[in-house]
């Protein structure tokens, strides 16, 4: 063997630690993503208290109802759905959260169809 080459037992504690610590944190984001409902009631608080486009219509009689230009017919009745029709016209907050939640599905779903560690 010569100098610079690791050892056999060296790779395979390093594939075993990185192995271990991925699992670990799959499990862990697991665990809280689905016992710990804190996750999601933030998220739903800020867009509630902040997001003037998820206010009932007797809240705001003013407002005539907006045609969807990515379904072309009327403002669905899925809050979400609104708020990605109306999107340049949502607040900073809303992007973010809508953003990141975005993000994570879109990245879970390419990455777990590759094999690759997501949780």
Do not use: D
Not at 10 to 17: P, S, Y
Not at 18 to 23: G, K, M, P, Y
Not at 47 to 61: D, G, K, R, S, V
């Amino acid at each position: 063997m010569q100098l610079g080459e690791p050892s056999q037992r060296e790779l395979l504690r390093f594939a075993v630690v990185c192995r271990s610590l991925t699992l670990l944190l799959q499990v862990l984001t697991r665990f809280l993503g689905s016992s710990t409902p804190i996750m999601y009631w933030f998220p739903a608080h800020l867009l509630q208290n902040w997001e003037p486009l998820l206010w009932t219509q007797e809240t705001m009689p003013e407002k005539a109802p907006v045609v969807c230009s990515l379904l072309g017919q009327g403002a669905p009745k899925n809050p979400i759905w609104r708020l990605l029709c109306k999107w340049r016209a949502c607040s900073g907050i809303t992007r973010a959260i809508l953003g990141y939640f975005l993000s994570y599905w879109l990245l879970g779903l390419l990455l777990h169809c590759n094999f690759l560690p997501w949780t």
